[in-house]
């Protein structure tokens, strides 16, 4: 500011009434709002980095193992558990009064104050909960012996406790005599005989009752093309019963080694102890994994870190979805999302290459487009609904009327399922891919098309071989916004087709292999169904979290590989403009 | 009551409670045996209470005939009956007794009655936090407290902890309520038993499930709320209820619900579309056999559910031409 201009500033602000001095320049030159600008931004990139860490931090800490405290209480009980949360509490008078005149001035001279921690007490079939609150008061004595150890079990949730013996060929042998190289050998061995049976059980019983089952429909098909008594219908269920008592026969081959293997199995059994002396006899193949949880190394501890995060990728869930892994939740995610892309994105890209370059721009364009930019404000659960009532009532029941009568009233496609999902989301998603497609196809330089008709290419050539291609990256961009919308779309789904339970996969060995009308499961339901749905909430709790943590993890990685693919086209067309 | 009544005569031909406390099966219980040639897909669509419960007992008929797919769908207990109407469930889980009303449209469309399988017992339980000293409400208060009708002939409102006899810092601390959305079973028989078939506050915060109920109550600790008792957790208590003010309280244990001490004991239905003149497919016949199997009733109380007894068990079976 030179000096004449200082004058001037100084003469005008003497002129003028004293309260629009400096607050009135700085408001005027607009620092406040970018302060206050920036500041909301700053705000909203803490509470979205705040919510990830958070998330983060807990599913990554979920599978870490534990220590078991064992403590003695005043009143002579001991408690197992793993420490899972503590919070200080206010005691009532009536706890109060039960205590040791000691105990109450210690509480009193903290303000009233008493602290307690949660523990994780497994053994649920002994005691019949899971957890339980002990307050530092009660404690009279806490150890942590090295030879307790943490089983997760097939069934039941964790027992917590001792190993006592172990019965291999018909004799028990005590746990403390058989060393721990021979016992990670038999568990090994009983885990893979339990994998092998549970082989038999689901692939090759599986295919024969399929059979068996397909033989039953034939018949039934049969009954109902010709009648029921009719002579074909007699004939095909004769056939049927020659067969099938073919199959009765491997069935039974199968079952024999089944049974078998199943004895097998239960012959090599371990004895566990709770803290208290309660005992449990269970098949050593029912033990997911267990170890010393007090005694246990650095490295061990990653081991059973790292094992339990692919147990939790890679196998189905177990006990009402609160143990075991998502495994069929990640395929149904990644499944219904994939399609949700093929069905958006012809139906997407074509109406906007009509709306832009063949429609006569004129009110009922105009009227189109404002309708599409309103299908996007539209509830989900709206979609949800109109899915379930045209998609899967309307069109997969007249699809069962018309191709599969002989499994009515068992409905085949007249019920939620992956396809009706994806199309109700991808009729959610259309209108971002629409909008997002017609900015790239305006975007395309008007002198390239010129160019390309004044070379004597037709209006179609044009729009294929220079438009679109130079419009890719933006209508990339539209899919990916439409992905990650469709990822993470939880209501509507749940009116077509995402169920809590549904192990077996949309493909499978079986014919025609891909079975697009199941129900399939889902990693946003399952968050909601854990969170809120399962009997023991407290242990949901942490599923809840490593379940968000995969579900962001999976669409984060769904939206780099399409940028990446966006990215490469880009490149691919800058390089071929001059 | 009818349910108690049955009940009672159930419990006292046997006793289920060992002094653990750890609930045990009726050891008359029937072992289920597999048979071959079953396979296929079932779906199930009805109560969320049920939800867990449909899913162990999935597992485990599924760990016996491998091939079979189970498809379990909870959203409320409501959603039950019209999709056994439109055939687009095989079971539907409720957990209250279907209403006249769904199976008059039952039998409009199929011209016989739903069957209904008694698959588990539930305490519905009236949960406060770990910490809230209270002994003991009577029926009359608990519809004091969730109702604004009160049709249990209180005549006075119960709207802070004081008023149910609470001192100290309880004693002018308001109670916050906690309960179910509408299509669930737990608040329409929460509504008819509890209630006394009043309205509830329009204060009752209405939560999307039974756990979730559960967690409201956890994180409040003035709240009070009603799930079943296969949901409580170690920051919630269930309080002991009696019939009418001034008698013995009860305790939600299985011992109580069989012997009809406990008011708000009921059963838990899985409805099924069963023809009078065909014979039920396999598949079906078979996955009822299993709930009313040791293997069954193990999954019920492995949900913090009670079990059913054998007599349950049998007269349900013979009802349905299953006994063999």
Redesign the interface.
Known sequence: MNYVERDATRSLAEALPRSRGRVTDIAARGEPYTWALGGALALGIVMIVGFLILVLYNGATTFIPKPIAVMTLADGAVVAGEPFRSES??????VLEKLAPETRARIAANDGYASRT?YRIGN??????????VSDFEVARILYPADLIYAERL??GPFIGRLKSVHVGGAAREAASIPEAELVRLHGEARARWQRL?GI??SE???V??Q??RERLAVRKAEIAHGAGSAEARQRAAEAATR?AGL?KE??GL?TEARRLREEDRAVRVTLAAIGG?EKELPLSALVRFYPANAISLTGKAGIYLSRWWEFLSDEP????TEGGVMPAIFGTFAMTLLLVIAVTPFGVITALYLREYARQGRLVSVIRISVNNLAGVPSIVYGVFGLGFFA?VLGGSIDQLFYPER????TF??GGLLWASLTLALLTVPVVIVATEEALAAVPRSMREGSLACGASKWQTIRNIVLPRAMPGIMTGIILAMARGAGEVAPL?LVGV??????LPVDGFFPFVHLE??FMHLGFHIFDV????????A?KPMVFVTTVLLVGLIFLMNISAIAIRNRLKRKFAGSQF | MKIHALLLAAASSMALITA????TLDPALADYKPV??????L?SIGS?TL???M??W??GF??Q???????????GSSTAPPALI???A?FGPMSRPMKAAEIDQFEKKFGYKPSAIRGAVDALAVFVH??N?IKCMSMQQVDAVFSRTRKGGTDRDIATWGDLGLT??WASRPISLYGRNSASGTYGYFKEVALFNGDFKDSVKE??????V??GV?SDKFAIGYSGI??????VRAVPLSAKPGEKCAEATAEMAYAGEYPLARFLYIYV?ISPTQKLDPLRGEFIKFIYSKQGQQGV????YFPITKAIADEDLSAKGLMN
């Not at chain 1, 177990?318 to 979805?321: K, P, Q």
């Not at chain 2, 071959?36 to 897909?41: K, L, M, Q, T, Y």
């Open positions: 509490y206010r005691p009532g008078t009536a949660l649920y079939d002994i005691y019949n909960e899971d957890f339980r609150w069934e039941w549970r059980e689901r019983i599986g295919a009752n399929h068996i089952e099938i009765q069935y039974d079952a309660e177990r006990e009402a979805n009532y009515l009233p068992n409905p007249g019920t749940m169920v809590k339970l549904a192990p077996e199941r129900s969170g809120f749905q399962s009997r023991n909430s407290e949901g | 653990a406390g750890a609930q071959s040639g079953v396979s296929g897909n779906k969320d939800n867990n419960l899913t162990l999935a597992e599924q760990s005939y491998p091939n079979v797919k189970i498809e379990i769908e909870g959203k439109a055939g687009t095989q770990k910490d000293p100290g810092e939560q999307p499930g039974s756990s979730a559960v967690q956890a296969g949901y409580k957790t170690a920051d579309n109380l492995k949900d913090g």
